[in-house]
């Protein structure tokens, strides 16, 4: 934006629309536009508008902005319902409203010290000749009042007077007569204008009713003798607890209708979205969170029809004020219950199955108890109630931090409506309580509180709708590359088929061998068993009669056991090996001191075969360049197994290598692994490559048609892989037919 006065830092992501060709776009990191972004800032150059869109923490911080606003709103709301401070307040019985315009300054609350006539039902005629009267703030419950007046546990009745001095004028006035609990009727100027219920001394006598009116009357007169009877025997707490507003009868009547129809607009949009959510666990039951939202509102709506306005009752004349109040209480308590469930089925790995239990059943126990008593008990049981609800409130709250922190989907959203819910509801109980608040709130915090259900709705469509999107553009890459996915699939099979014939063909392999094996070790078993029997059975008939005779087949008897009993013992001794139990004695020894050794052992048993025997160590320099010398190199090995292992290598060669052929045993250290390589070289027949794999395992002889007189029980190698693998060490082979045989075992070594 080289042509603008200012420039403005851009922190976020961002794009630009509509482009222009002067656009610079390395100003801007460009993004797909989605329905998360918002528009920040407006840049203008060469009469074109770029509208500067930004993403993720503006609109979180913008977000939260209109969050913490409204909740302000919400809750200063519950106190600017006062009486205005410049208006005048009633004195010993009078409020004097002489310099107060009804036109001009509005109406006002006759709020002050009433005069108040304790446990007396006086008509106007009667209250000069009734004493001098105690004097009461207005609005307040008799439970409050002194215990003096005898009215704390709010059961009674009283008589409230209020004088007002107004200048007369021609216009209408009207006075709006709140909620008093729970019958009531008024004079003004010794006319009665209204009665709620039936006024009586006795439970039996009265009869109880509830819901607020307007009374008009003519303006011309100087003064207003207010008389107001009272009785309660059916509620909690009685008296005026709520103000009396006097003013222009047009103003009054403009005031009455608009708060009706808040009340109205607010009961009809919980009442629809309240079945709407319904419908959609109908439709959808597998998310049940919208079945307790939905109830949630429906019961919301039910205790603010039965509140305030009270239109329900107005609407039906048949719904009495006790059945009002079950509604109104039983309301009250499912609302708590449906909220928490709400609450657990939208993040139900962060709340308590223990306290789920609690709270249905505390609630249900709430609803019974209002079900089976009179109002006149269970009414005394709101704070219990409040607590309640007051217990499900914060555990709600501490369940949305932590599904917060945890990163669960829409619980920024259900966070900050449950918090302003919250706080509506703390102003509701302050309410009831005549603690600071004036006005009933849950209604409007339970809409803000819809509004982030539409929210979380809202976001839920938009990643089903991804989602939905991701799984398009796979399938239409699928579609795009099915030929190609084919193919590979069909190479993938055929390698598989491949490595599944060449397991079959092992496992074939396998199985020939253990039916050699099963033949090998019969034979080994049999024939010196056989060639036992018949020594003895010459023995037994009188065949062998010398003493050189006997001794001859004593010592053939000798060597045929001596035979079995090594085969027994070589079984044995691999059994062991493979089951881990053979005790190893290891030592420290230098790779010259035990390379010299084997040297001087095997050298006299190959040459007097007439086979060459060549023995030595191959120099190995370390990482410096140096030699290193054999005498360097530290072996920890049990060096009598490690000689059975030598033994069974070098006499194997010895067996298949012709006269005048060659055995090489050599020594070598690698200083990139540190280990001693050890290496048996002959130049024998060689083993056939069908074979090769398999010398190491047990009775395998690649002479299958083997004749006994070769002697070997086809267990040596196998006893040798064993052993070098008890050491940490590998062991392989390496042939070729006709030119020998290279066995070559690692073991680990250092340097000193």
């Not at 199955?353 to 008990?377: H, Y």
Request: charged content about 20%.
């Amino acid at each position: 934006m080289s042509g603008s006065s200012s420039t403005t830092k851009i922190r976020f992501p961002c794009i630009v629309y509509p482009p222009h060709e002067s656009w610079q776009p390395d100003l801007c990191l460009g993004r797909r536009y989605s329905s998360s972004v918002i528009i920040s800032n407006v840049w203008r150059y060469d009469q074109s508008t770029f509208y500067i869109i930004e993403e993720g923490r503006t609109i979180r911080r913008l977000f939260l902005i209109i969050i913490v606003l409204t909740a302000a709103q919400l809750l200063l709301s519950g106190c600017s319902s006062k009486a205005d401070t410049s208006a005048p307040e009633a004195k010993q019985g009078v409020l004097d409203l002489r310099s107060w315009s009804f036109q001009n300054d509005g109406k006002v609350k006759l709020q002050g010290q009433w005069a108040f006539y304790s446990q007396k039902l006086l008509e106007p005629q009667d209250l000069e000749r009734s004493g001098i009267p105690l004097y009461m703030n207005v609005p307040k419950t008799w439970n409050s009042y002194p215990s003096s007046v005898g009215m704390k546990k709010g059961q009674g009745v009283a008589t409230y007077r209020l004088t007002v001095l107004i200048t007369p004028d021609d216009q209408m006035l009207s006075l709006r007569v709140p909620n008093i609990f729970s019958a009531y009727k008024l004079w003004i100027n010794g006319k009665l204008l209204t009665s709620a219920g039936q006024v009586g001394t006795s439970r039996e006598h009265s009869k109880a009713e509830q819901y607020p009116r307007i009374v008009t009357f003519n303006g011309q007169t100087e003064k207003l003798d207010i008389v107001v009877q009272v009785s309660n025997f059916q509620h909690r707490k009685g008296g005026i607890w709520v103000n009396f507003t006097l003013g222009d009868s047009g103003d009054i009547i403009k005031s009455q209708m608009k708060r009706t129809i808040q009340e109205m607009i607010i009961f009809g949009s919980l009442m629809i979205i309240g079945i709407y959510h319904i419908g959609l666990y109908a439709f959808r039951r597998k998310e049940q969170f919208t079945l307790h939202f939905g109830l949630l509102c429906l019961f919301v709506a039910a205790r603010s029809s039965v509140t305030s306005g009270s239109f329900l009752m107005q609407m039906f004349t048949s719904l009495t004020w006790e059945n009002g109040m079950k509604i109104e209480y039983i309301s009250f308590a499912l609302s708590a219950v449906s909220g928490y469930l709400y609450i657990n089925g939208l993040f139900p790995k962060d709340t308590s199955l223990f306290v789920k239990r609690i709270v249905v059943s505390f609630g249900t126990a709430l609803c019974l108890v209002v079900l089976v008593t009179p109002a006149i008990q269970y009414t005394r049981l709101l704070p219990v109630f409040q607590l309640f609800v007051l217990f499900v409130s914060l555990y709600t709250l501490l369940v949305l931090i932590l599904a917060l922190l945890r990163k669960r989907e829409g619980a920024c959203f259900v966070l900050a409506g449950v918090a302003v819910f919250v706080g509506t509801i703390l102003n509701d109980m302050l309410f009831y309580n005549e603690w600071f608040a004036r006005n009933q709130l849950v209604p409007l915090g339970l809409f803000f509180f819809i509004l982030m259900q539409s929210f979380i709705i809202s976001t839920r469509f938009s990643s089903a709708l991804r989602r939905v999107e991701q799984v398009s553009d796979e399938l239409r890459e699928l579609n795009v590359h099915l030929e190609e996915r084919i193919e590979e699939r069909t190479d993938t099979l055929r390698c598989t088929n491949e490595a599944l014939e060449r397991t079959n063909r092992e496992l074939a392999r396998s199985e020939m061998s253990r039916r050699h094996l099963m033949a090998n070790i019969s034979h080994d078993l049999r024939t010196p068993i056989t060639l036992l029997q018949g020594y003895l059975e010459a023995m037994q008939d009188g065949v062998v009669k010398t003493e050189e005779q006997q001794q001859k087949y004593i010592r053939m008897m000798l060597g045929k056991v001596g035979g079995l009993n090594r085969l027994i013992g070589n079984l044995f001794e691999l059994t062991k090996l493979e089951a881990g139990q053979l005790r190893f004695e290891f030592a420290e020894v230098t790779l010259a001191e035990w390379m010299n050794q084997l040297c001087e052992h095997y050298e006299l048993d190959v040459r007097s075969r007439g086979i060459v025997f060549a023995c030595g160590y191959i120099p190995t320099h370390d990482q410096e360049g140096e030699p290193l010398p054999p005498s360097r190199i530290m072996l920890h090995i049990d060096q009598q197994r490690m000689d059975q292992v030598l033994a069974n290598l070098i006499y194997n060669a010895i067996k298949y290598t012709p006269e005048k052929g060659r055995i090489a045993l050599s020594f070598q250290f690698e200083p990139t692994s540190n280990r001693a390589i050890v290496k048996v070289e002959d130049t024998g027949y060689g083993i056939e490559s069908e074979h090769l794999p398999f010398i190491f395992d047990r009775f395998y002889k690649k002479d299958k048609a083997r004749n006994s007189a070769e002697g070997g029980s086809g267990l040596g190698l196998a006893i040798a892989k064993e052993i070098v693998e008890a050491h940490s060490g590998t062991i392989g082979a390496e042939s070729e037919v006709g030119q020998g045989t290279i066995i070559t075992f690692t073991l680990p070594a250092v340097v000193t």
